[in-house]
């Protein structure tokens, strides 16, 4: 849950540890390739991929997670959204005939013949604890809770790491700067997934550090969105309540002409446009 400081995965109680289970059970021996039962998630050739050091036949146009679920694992945790955004399904892996480790997201990598890999989907990096609205905006507070930032050694392993493409090494810069203002914008795009932190030289926790940053910005640093206030108080107001009984009565079709014939905003409306007919705002 994003108060709490947890990865975001659309289902707040979900606990994202990597937990998978190989079905078959590993009493099974690879003297016969394993093959998956389930062949109607991917087409192609099978190509062999190596699976926390087992071999796997999998099809060439699955992504890693759809690759081991092919191969008869089943997810527990360390899955979420398989869209690229909950963060969840962080995975390290290397390519035939190469050294270098990779990184990335499960749900995002389509497999290669002979891909070593294995998921790792929760970090243990350091989380500050902390009573949030005993926070000012002042960067100290940062440096407080997390001293670990000045150990920024500006390699750019974690920019080079991040699936978001995230600029974490500018978000670090920034914030050793003060300017939490710009760590939030930079940061805007992080999902949480903690690669950044597994390649980082100074073991640093960005995505936390970044996380914190934005929280700050969003609560204490921007100014507050009086058109959100305005609307607020109008949904408490029960000021809709009538409107949506009104649409909860109409057909499929009469909602369905209703949303087409709509006055939209325009792509390149300013901060003060309103609409011709105000009379729902
Ligand atoms: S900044 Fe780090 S935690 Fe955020 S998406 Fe990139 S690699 Fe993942
Ligand atoms: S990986 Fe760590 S040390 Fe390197 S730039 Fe990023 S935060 Fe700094
Ligand atoms: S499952 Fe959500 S990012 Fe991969």
Same mark, same amino acid.
């Given at each position: 849950?994003?108060?709490?400081?947890?990865?975001? /995965?659309?289902?707040?109680?979900?606990?994202?540890?990597?937990?998978?289970?190989?079905?078959r059970?590993?009493?099974?021996?690879?003297?016969?390739?394993?093959?998956?039962?389930?062949s109607? @998630?991917? @087409?192609?050739?099978? =190509?062999?991929?190596?699976?926390?050091?087992?071999?796997?036949? #999998?099809?060439?146009?699955?992504?890693?997670?759809?690759?081991?679920?092919?191969?008869?694992?089943?997810?527990?945790?360390?899955?979420?959204?398989?869209?690229?955004?909950?963060?969840?399904?962080?995975?390290?892996?290397?390519?035939?005939?190469?050294?270098?480790?990779?990184?990335?997201?499960?749900?995002?990598? #389509?497999?290669?013949?002979?891909?070593?890999? @294995? &998921? =790792?989907?929760?970090?243990?990096a350091?989380?500050?604890?902390?009573?949030?609205?005993?926070? /000012?905006?002042?960067?100290?507070?940062?440096?407080?809770?997390?001293?670990?930032?000045?150990?920024?050694?500006?390699?750019?392993?974690c @920019?080079?790491?991040?699936?978001?493409?995230? &600029?974490?090494?500018? #978000?670090?810069?920034?914030?050793?700067?003060?300017?939490?203002a710009?760590?939030?914008?930079?940061?805007?795009?992080?999902?949480?997934?903690?690669?950044?932190?597994?390649?980082?030289?100074?073991?640093?926790?960005?995505?936390?550090?970044? &996380?914190?940053?934005?929280?700050?910005?969003?609560?204490?640093?921007?100014?507050?969105?009086?058109?959100?206030?305005?609307?607020?108080?109008? =949904?408490?107001?029960?000021?809709?309540?009538?409107?949506?009984?009104?649409?909860?009565?109409?057909?499929?079709?009469?909602?369905?002409?209703?949303?087409?014939?709509?006055?939209?905003e325009?792509?390149?409306?300013?901060?003060?446009? #309103?609409?011709?007919?105000?009379?729902?705002?």
């Amino acid at each position: 849950m994003w108060l709490s400081g947890d990865k975001c /995965t659309g289902n707040p109680r979900r606990v994202l540890m990597s937990e998978i289970e190989d079905k078959r059970g590993r009493s099974e021996q690879s003297k016969s390739l394993p093959v998956g039962p389930r062949s109607t @998630t991917g @087409t192609g050739k099978l =190509i062999p991929v190596y699976v926390m050091g087992k071999q796997y036949m #999998v099809p060439e146009t699955l992504t890693i997670m759809k690759a081991m679920e092919y191969a008869g694992f089943k997810f527990i945790r360390g899955c979420g959204c398989r869209g690229g955004i909950c963060g969840a399904c962080a995975t390290v892996y290397r390519k035939e005939g190469e050294y270098k480790l990779r990184v990335g997201l499960a749900c995002q990598t #389509v497999v290669e013949p002979n891909m070593y890999l @294995t &998921q =790792i989907p929760f970090y243990p990096a350091n989380r500050a604890r902390y009573d949030f609205s005993k926070l /000012t905006s002042a960067p100290e507070e940062i440096y407080k809770l997390y001293p670990e930032l000045f150990r920024c050694i500006a390699c750019n392993l974690c @920019t080079k790491a991040c699936p978001m493409d995230v &600029q974490m090494m500018d #978000v670090i810069s920034a914030l050793k700067q003060g300017d939490i203002a710009r760590a939030a914008m930079l940061s805007f795009s992080c999902i949480q997934c903690g690669l950044c932190a597994s390649r980082c030289m100074g073991e640093l926790p960005q995505y936390h550090i970044a &996380q914190l940053a934005r929280r700050i910005y969003g609560s204490k640093i921007v100014p507050r969105a009086e058109h959100l206030g305005r609307a607020v108080k109008a =949904i408490n107001e029960g000021r809709h309540e009538e409107w949506l009984r009104m649409l909860m009565k109409m057909s499929e079709e009469e909602l369905h002409s209703r949303y087409q014939e709509r006055e939209m905003e325009p792509p390149m409306a300013g901060e003060d446009w #309103v609409p011709v007919n105000a009379e729902y705002l």
